[in-house]
């Protein structure tokens, strides 16, 4: 089955109803009410998992199994294609010319993620540029220019600087040669207006094809204010979910994407520039679900 990576107390529902054909309420309930703990537990939105729940508890009970299908067989199928509809696909990225612009707080792992981004890209035949404009938090450049050497990526920034604007604009004069443009941004501790009128900022000058929300995988309810504000200051297309190494399973960023009417771009799974990797649903539902 799809998902062969379930939590221990949600497959002894399930494996509850081998031998049966047809569901009953209690079964139905039984199963929902697990899967409620495990979202929970992994900070998914509330209200996105009561949204769920009533999914997969009416079609459970009105949907007919196919001849031949467990009654097992056939809520799995319906608990996957509702984690499935609640995940979503990944961000789109075309393998051409693009710049991307980074956003989120402090911490959050932007850096690193645009250096392991260009890893990702360069790996997939392109020439990536990562572009630093944080000059507020200290060390940012150094960071930046030593993971890009090891990720062996072009990289520009000015330790002098005080401008990110100025910076920005030649920074993607400086990379034209780079097929992909990665743009850094600075953070803050919380969201301020200076934030976020130096990220719109940016975002006139380099004209990102795509923007995309860097979020901790433990961040829980405060993922949404972050969301809702980058999503009208500059419009978000894609989450990245860092730190996945960790214990968190990133639920909370699932409020940002369904916040912003974007969906999940990149994991980030470690400190190294390899850490990183395509967001792919069914091990994110499973990582959720486990
Ligand atoms: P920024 O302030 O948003 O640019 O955040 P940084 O990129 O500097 O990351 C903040 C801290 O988180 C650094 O110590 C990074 O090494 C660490 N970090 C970033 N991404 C990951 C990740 O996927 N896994 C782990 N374990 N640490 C990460």
Redesign the pocket.
Known sequence: MVLDDLGTSLRSSLDKLQGKTRLDEDDVEEIVKEIQRSLLSADVDVSLVMELSSSIESRALEEEPPGGTTARDHVLKIVYEEMVALVGDSTELPLENQTILLA??????????AAKMAWWFSKKGLRPAVIQT?TF?PG?YD?AKQMCERAEVDFYGDPDGDDPVEIAREGLEATADADVHIV?TA?RHALEDDLIAEIEEIEGVVDPDRSLL?LDAAIGQGAKEQAKQFESSIGIEGVVI?????TAKGGGALTAVNETGSSIAFL????TVQ?IERFEPSGFISRLLG
């Open positions: 989120g707080l402090q911490g959050s792992g932007k850096t690193t993620s944080d938090r940012a960071q850094d953070g860097v860092t730190k996945l190494d960790g980030g799974t470690g400190e850490d």
